[in-house]
């Protein structure tokens, strides 16, 4: 549900004129994807995500998404608009594909929940003392 008001939070970020407005709301952006495990359930997840935004740092950030976290921060502190623009393009392509990846993992689920009720109600009728 998040992702799907991140999503908007983007659009309108998209037109923002104001330079430190759109970096304010890049830090809210950033830190949710980035301490979520809804959008990326381990860091080598975020390894991929990082080098198509052209962001590379050395291993051992990696380790902690609170210190890569903190690293990304001070690079959306330094960088231009053009830089920022480019890295909400790869934020939200990020998003859709984890709202996408969300929303087949869910019906997924209710599918097997749905299958485990199916089979639930055909034990019953079939061993019922009524039948």
């Given at each position: 549900?998040?992702?799907?008001?991140?999503?908007?939070?983007?659009?309108n970020m998209e037109i923002q004129n104001n330079s430190d407005i759109l970096r304010f709301d890049m830090y809210s952006v950033i830190t949710y994807m980035i301490l979520s495990?809804?959008?990326f359930r381990n860091n080598k997840e975020i390894i991929e995500f990082l080098e198509k935004i052209n962001l590379s740092f050395?291993?051992?950030v990696f380790k902690s998404r609170t210190i890569l976290l903190g690293k990304i921060?001070?690079?959306i502190e330094v960088a231009d608009r053009e830089n920022l623009l480019?890295?909400?393009?790869?934020?939200?392509?990020q998003l859709e594909l984890s709202v996408?990846?969300?929303?087949?993992?869910?019906?997924?689920?209710?599918?097997?929940?749905?299958?485990?009720?199916?089979?639930?109600?055909?034990l019953s009728k079939r061993y019922s003392r009524n039948g």
């Open positions: 549900m998040e992702n799907k008001v991140l999503m908007k939070r983007i659009i495990k809804e959008v050395k291993p051992y921060i001070r690079y480019k890295m909400l393009s790869g934020v939200r392509k996408d990846e969300n929303e087949a993992h869910n019906v997924e689920l209710s599918k097997n929940k749905n299958n485990k009720g199916n089979y639930m109600s055909e």
